[in-house]
T-cell receptor
Framework: KNQVEQSPQSLIILEGKNCTLQCNYTVSPFSNLRWYKQDTGRGPVSLTIMTFSENTKSNGRYTATLDADTKQSSLHITASQLSDSASYICVVGGTASKLTFGTGTRLQVTL | GAVVSQHPSRVICKSGTSVKIECRSLDFQATTMFWYRQFPKQSLMLMATSNEGSKATYEQGVEKDKFLINHASLTLSTLTVTSAHPEDSSFYIC??????????FGPGTRLTVT
């Protein structure tokens, strides 16, 4: 069964600090891995998308890594801001554009 | 990035009535659009895949007669929740595919059935 697991479930950090979110997946066959940011009551917004051959991709203060051998990915957020408070969802694309969603990590950035 | 809009952003309806939600790709053509449902503190669950000009493909457990999907043009897909009940209250999100990989999500529609 295709699954995407994320950890931690929730995280509270101080503004300005860095954090790393984890994603493990068992989706097969694998096509791509995406990280989305979802604000409360809004649709997900794409942060990064990586295919099998890519092992890192950055988007501003967000850096995603992918290890296709161990089926793990991480999202590193640098110098966090209050506006980073949101749910971060790891999504794995398989065949026929089928996406498997993780349950997300709820990040809260505080003063 | 590309923009996907949804209308309305929130709707309240009475039990037994039908509600239509529109999903539009504003600056690109999308042959494939997807409809998701999201309950509080849960992840998105795919309801159906909508292909322009053909019938939608529904996920297991999703009633096709209750959730009517129409994808009449390359920029518009609609989801109609028929005979809505309180258990249909949820956050409905559409997405539109551009190219091979990228999917752009709409802002979502909050449906409350009273």
């Amino acid at each position: 069964k295709n699954q995407v697991e994320q950890s931690p479930q929730s995280l509270i950090i101080l503004e300005g600090k860095n954090c790393t979110l984890q994603c493990n997946y068992t989706v097969s066959p694998f096509s791509n891995l995406r990280w989305y940011k979802q604000d409360t009551g809004r649709g997900p917004v794409s942060l990064t998308i990586m295919t099998f051959s890519e092992n890192t991709k950055s988007n501003g203060r967000y850096t995603a890594t992918l290890d296709a051998d161990t089926k793990q990915s991480s999202l590193h957020i640098t110098a966090s801001q209050l506006s980073d408070s949101a749910s971060y969802i790891c999504v794995v694309g398989g065949t026929a554009s089928k996406l498997t969603f993780g349950t997300g990590t709820r990040l809260q950035v505080t003063l | 990035g590309a923009v996907v809009s949804q209308h309305p952003s929130r709707v309240i309806c009475k039990s037994g009535t039908s509600v239509k939600i529109e999903c539009r790709s504003l600056d690109f053509q999308a042959t494939t659009m997807f409809w998701y449902r999201q309950f509080p503190k849960q992840s998105l669950m795919l309801m159906a895949t909508s292909n322009e000009g053909s019938k939608a493909t529904y996920e297991q457990g999703v009633e096709k007669d209750k959730f009517l999907i129409n994808h009449a043009s390359l920029t518009l897909s609609t989801l109609t929740v028929t005979s809505a009940h309180p258990e249909d209250s949820s956050f409905y999100i559409c997405s539109a595919r551009e190219g091979i990989y990228e999917q752009y999500f709409g802002p979502g529609t909050r449906l409350t059935v009273t």
